[in-house]
């Protein structure tokens, strides 16, 4: 499935506020300033007519479709009825816009031949002194199946925007409808990616750009389980909570990489090695290992890619001496004097074992770190003025959790990435999905942690979202507890 969160088009700057003084009417097309977003999922989703069993809400959830009859989402469609149908997005503040994304439903071929089809014809209309004119398009309102159907049109300041749809063979739906533009509420603000489902971000900075990649969750609503086959990554050059600052690049590594690998695409780190290359420490589950985990590397020349496996086979795995007693989340340090150190481990099992100059063999006997108190999983190592910093997920603890299904993030410090550890105490609270996940950067003089929460429309926790807010360290190197935020409260 196509990722498609962000489109850098462009609109006038200094439209928004003029414009709204022009009482909400359409202005010219202008010089590039402000970067879209997806403006969609903030308003409120009403239409001309609503068949019982769908629900026009999916027109805006942020779930992107494989295809045109792709019902594993919830859909809106009118069967039975037809002629000229409309859906309408509402906005609470007014919103200046100028482009869209429609894909419609048509429910041939699932299961019988179904009332919806692909529309005759369609148009945009916009709210302007309250009746709807037609935006001035520059192109012609497609009607593909299987694909968004993309429009540029002269941006409107306005509060509702309706798509106007005649129906042809049948009834009309829409699976869902993109509209990019600036305004409304705030569009700052966590999670940073809405229209999939990510989670175990890991950082890593190059250069100007800060990097964030992450797995998917592809859990079905109300499916209790991981689905997790594949990474993606997110770039930027300024880091926020606004998603506007991330560019997605999709996914760039799947379980297909590793030939021994079977499921469970879980939390991994990207290092760059001291050949220069990108080194990707991946948790999946073998092909024939019935649900215990295993440590993979990639590698690639560029932190996007394209990555190959490394070894061609597991660097972790049940039968290394004294692994964990689940052999995910590993975090991957090169310490100030080049030696090499990779943590991991879940089921209060933290193991510790030095790498090869290779990044891909094992330079040491795994060992169990001690100090890591109430260690979880999802460890996360780093190093600030010369103190190595060990985050981790942690269920135990009144200062951590309300209850053990869910984890905070606490953090030890020790002045050797090989420890022993001081615990310091909990860097992040418990959020909106049960597991935690932390990952931690400076970029700019600025400290970030990136975790996950269940925070975006239809999350849960199976299907997760990366959030990052800002980290404060203390004068004595502590670090404060991060204030979680979501939509536009930074
Ligand atoms: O996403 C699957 C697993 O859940 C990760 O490996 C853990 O860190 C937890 O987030």
Excluded at 247 to 265: K, R, V
Excluded at 301 to 329: F, M, Q, V
Excluded at 442 to 453: A, D, I, P
Excluded at 480 to 488: S, Y
């Amino acid at each position: 499935m196509q990722h498609k969160a962000l489109r850098p088009r462009t609109l006038l700057s200094a439209g928004a506020t003029a414009a709204l003084a022009l009482a909400l009417a359409a202005v010219p097309s202008g010089p590039a300033a402000a970067q879209e977003v997806n403006l969609a999922t903030s308003a409120t989703p009403t239409a001309s007519y609503t068949s019982p069993w769908e629900t026009v809400s999916a027109v805006n959830d942020g779930i992107n479709p494989s295809r045109s009859n792709d019902t594993a989402d919830d859909r809106w469609g009118t069967w039975p009825e037809e002629g000229t149908q409309w859906v309408q997005l509402t906005w609470n503040q007014p919103v200046t816009v100028a482009s869209s994304d429609m894909y419609f439903f048509d429910d041939s071929g699932e299961g019988g031949p179904g009332g919806v089809r692909i529309p005759a014809s369609w148009r945009i209309e916009y709210l302007a002194g309250g009746t709807w004119q037609p935006v001035s398009a520059t192109g012609s309102y497609g009607t593909a199946a299987n694909q968004y159907n993309s429009v540029d049109f002269a941006q409107v300041t306005t509060t509702a925007v309706r798509a106007v749809i005649t129906s042809g063979a049948a009834s009309v739906g829409v699976l869902e409808w993109k509209v990019f533009g600036e305004g409304g509420a705030s569009q700052a603000g966590n999670p940073i990616v809405t229209d999939i489902y990510t989670a175990d971000p890991a950082t890593l900075v190059v250069g100007d750009t800060a990097y964030i990649f992450s797995g998917r969750d592809q859990a079905q609503p109300g499916q209790e389980a991981f689905v997790m086959n594949e990474w993606h990554a997110f770039s930027s050059k300024a880091p926020d909570n606004d998603p506007a600052a991330w560019e997605s690049h999709g996914a760039i590594l799947s379980l297909d990489t590793f030939d021994w690998a079977g499921a469970n695409a879980w939390a991994s780190e990207v290092v760059q090695g001291p050949d220069g290359r990108y080194y990707w420490f991946v948790s999946v589950d073998g092909a024939t290992d019935n649900g215990w985990m295993n440590i993979g590397v990639a590698v690639a020349d560029d932190p996007l890619g394209p990555y190959e496996d490394a070894i061609g086979a597991p660097l972790i795995a049940d039968s290394t001496p004294n692994s964990s007693a689940l052999n995910i989340d590993p975090t991957v340090h090169i310490a100030n004097d080049g030696q090499i150190y990779m943590y991991w481990g879940s089921y209060w099992q933290p193991r510790m074992v030095k790498l090869g100059q290779d990044m891909t063999s094992l330079a040491s006997a795994v060992t169990t770190p001690q100090g890591l108190t109430d260690f979880w999983e999802a460890p996360w190592l780093f190093e600030r003025n010369g103190t190595y910093y060990m985050a981790y997920a942690s269920n135990a603890g009144a200062d951590c959790v309300t209850s053990s299904a869910y984890a905070c993030i606490r953090y030890a410090t020790a002045s050797s990435p090989a420890g022993p550890w001081t615990h310091r105490g909990v860097v992040l609270g418990q959020v909106t999905s049960t597991t935690n996940h932390p990952a931690i950067m400076e970029f700019g003089g600025e400290w970030w942690m990136v975790y996950h929460t269940a925070d975006a429309p239809g999350g849960g926790d199976f299907r997760r979202s990366v959030a990052i807010d800002e980290l404060t360290f203390n004068a004595d190197g502590t670090m404060q507890k991060v204030i979680q935020t979501t939509g536009g409260a930074r």
